[in-house]
């Protein structure tokens, strides 16, 4: 079976495609059918006695021929056509997008949202950019790893996670593969990196949060944790090109120099103080750049597992992409004296970690790494209005069907 984009370049050859029918008009002794698949759409013409509706699935066998009367100057004139399902009832979404659809609508009938090429033009380019971010690790010496979703303790050691029966005990779904990267990094593999997803049980109801994400992450034995940032830097570089979106720069700001700037701008913000979404926005409004780092925040607003760069700041960093944070990493703390004070210091329970402390205890390379979240990623860069547009089938507080 070939598709509708390949049929446009098999002139006076006898083909056969199979699409759903996009537009029908019955001229009596002629019938002209407007055909889609996912790579687009063809008129085929037919002289048989035949009534289609919109939604209709056929399979055409014809001939493709020049044509003065469709749009693209091609059509199929068809030998035969084959009913494959006809529609049983009202289309509760218009897949020619004609008609307007509530979101939640769409998202409850996804596989007819999906049958907009806008809407799966949306996934084509989320398959794009993953295996460009995956070809570019694997070009540089990467491996891919796997690591378990299921956890017997919180990878951040939060609160905000999805607990479920393991049998006689309980267990968590991975937050993330943090732990993890970590000791296949420490056991000798050195560069590896990770698809995943993670589960994050916040009770958000935002346009910038899933309960299940996608998250690109890497983990690398590192000189200092800015051979992280170079790389995070080249590798969104070329998942932003993907789309023909040109990127210049990459600047470099310090967490200090940030939360003075706000102050500057009249926004109430102190040393010591995380950003909001509010404060993301106000950043991207001051510096007017599409993407840039913030680094060096304090250590007592990252995960436990941050290594320190002095009494107040770590060496820690963010990339932001048109005002919203699409990634985070860090250098890692590597001597197991520090971490174990650090997760103490938390108020964490030690126990929880031990099968992760204990790797720490036979020799570890200095070691970073980032996470990124694709669907946030996607967000920005096709400037979609909610984050569930970049999910195939989202999970929120409400959703947990289809």
């Not at 979703?149 to 779904?173: C, D, N, P, T, W």
């Not at 593999?189 to 899933?210: C, D, G, Q, S």
């Amino acid at each position: 079976m070939i598709s509708i984009k390949q049929a446009y370049q098999m002139i006076d050859q006898t083909i056969q495609i199979s699409g759903f029918v996009h537009e029908f008009r019955n001229l009596g002794k002629i019938k002209f059918i407007i055909l889609r698949d996912w790579t687009g759409t063809i008129q085929v013409v037919t002289k048989e006695d035949i009534t289609v509706n919109r939604e209709d699935h056929l399979t055409v066998i014809g001939t493709v021929v020049k044509s003065n009367i469709a749009k693209s100057g091609i059509e199929i004139k068809a030998e035969k056509i084959i009913i494959n399902s006809r529609v049983k009832k009202k289309l509760p979404v218009d897949p020619t997008g004609i008609v307007p659809s509530d979101f939640d609508v769409r998202l409850k009938y996804r596989f007819l949202d999906l049958r907009r090429p806008e809407i799966a033009n949306i996934f084509k380019i989320k398959s794009d950019v993953i295996n460009t971010y995956r070809n570019f690790l694997l070009n540089r010496g990467f491996i891919e790893i796997h690591p378990s979703l299921i956890l017997g303790a919180a990878s951040e050691g939060g609160a905000e996670v999805f607990k479920v029966e393991y049998f006689e005990r309980h267990a968590y779904l991975a937050q993330s593969p943090q732990l993890y990267k970590q000791m296949a990094v420490i056991g000798g593999l050195e560069k590896v990196f990770i698809t995943m997803p993670i589960y994050r049980a916040e009770k958000h109801n935002t346009i910038y949060h899933l309960n299940e994400a996608i998250s690109l992450d890497v983990e690398m034995v590192i000189n200092d944790y800015k051979d992280v940032m170079n790389l995070l830097a080249e590798v969104v570089k070329e998942m932003i090109q993907k789309v023909n979106y040109e990127v210049d720069k990459i600047n470099i700001y310090s967490y200090e120099e940030i939360v003075n700037l706000l102050k500057e701008h009249g926004v109430n913000i102190e040393i010591g103080d995380d950003f909001s979404k509010e404060h993301e926005k106000k950043i991207y409004e001051i510096l007017e750049q599409d993407l840039y780092f913030i680094e060096g925040f304090p250590t007592r607003i990252r995960a436990f597992y941050t290594m320190p760069k002095d009494d107040m700041y770590s060496k820690s960093f963010d990339l932001f992409f048109k005002g919203l944070e699409i990634a985070s990493g860090a250098q890692r703390i590597h001597d197991v004296d520090l971490l174990e004070n650090a997760i103490i210091e938390r108020g964490l329970n030690i126990h929880d970690f031990e099968f992760y402390l204990e790797a720490f205890k036979y020799g570890v390379p200095p070691h970073g790494g980032f996470g990124m979240g694709l669907e946030r990623f996607l967000m920005q860069l096709l400037g979609l209005n909610n984050i569930r547009e970049a999910m195939l089938f989202p999970r929120d507080r409400t959703r947990l069907i289809p």
